[in-house]
Nanobody, 122 residues
Framework: QVQLVESGGGLVQTGGSLRLSCAAS????????MAWFRQAPGKQRDLVAN???????TYADSVKGRFTISIDSDNNTVDLQMNDLEPDDTAVYYC????????????????WGKGTLVTVSS
């Protein structure tokens, strides 16, 4: 059974930094893409950034230049370094994995963590 567990959320002031981490566990052979999404209260869940196993990353326009995603494909972890945080970054951040090759996993099904709350105070 593949599980994703996020850590690193919390409360920070405007302009501050946080680093989120996500670890995928299970009998995993490989993960094609890992990503971070976020969902603010009353809003839909949106992509923040994603990264391929080879390290190719893409970002939402709203976080370009402030956030950096990184992956450790050997250990199936993905981090999100968030700098210069703004109140609009307040949300629950979810880790996502797609293209998972693992015992008992369905390749076409995305896997999600339970989320970690990031609150940016003004």
């Amino acid at each position: 059974q593949v599980q994703l567990v996020e850590s690193g959320g919390g409360l920070v002031q405007t302009g501050g930094s946080l680093r989120l981490s996500c670890a995928a566990s299970g009998s995993i052979f490989s993960i094609n893409v890992m990503a971070w999404f976020r969902q603010a209260p009353g809003k839909q869940r949106d992509l923040v950034a994603n990264i391929t196993a080879g390290g190719f990353a893409t970002y939402a326009d709203s976080v370009k230049g402030r956030f950096t995603i990184s992956i450790d494909s050997d250990n199936n972890t993905v981090d999100l370094q968030m700098n210069d945080l703004e109140p609009d970054d307040t949300a629950v951040y979810y880790c996502n994995a797609e293209g998972v090759v693992a015992d008992g996993a369905h390749y076409g099904i995305p896997y999600w963590g339970k989320g970690t709350l990031v609150t940016v105070s003004s």
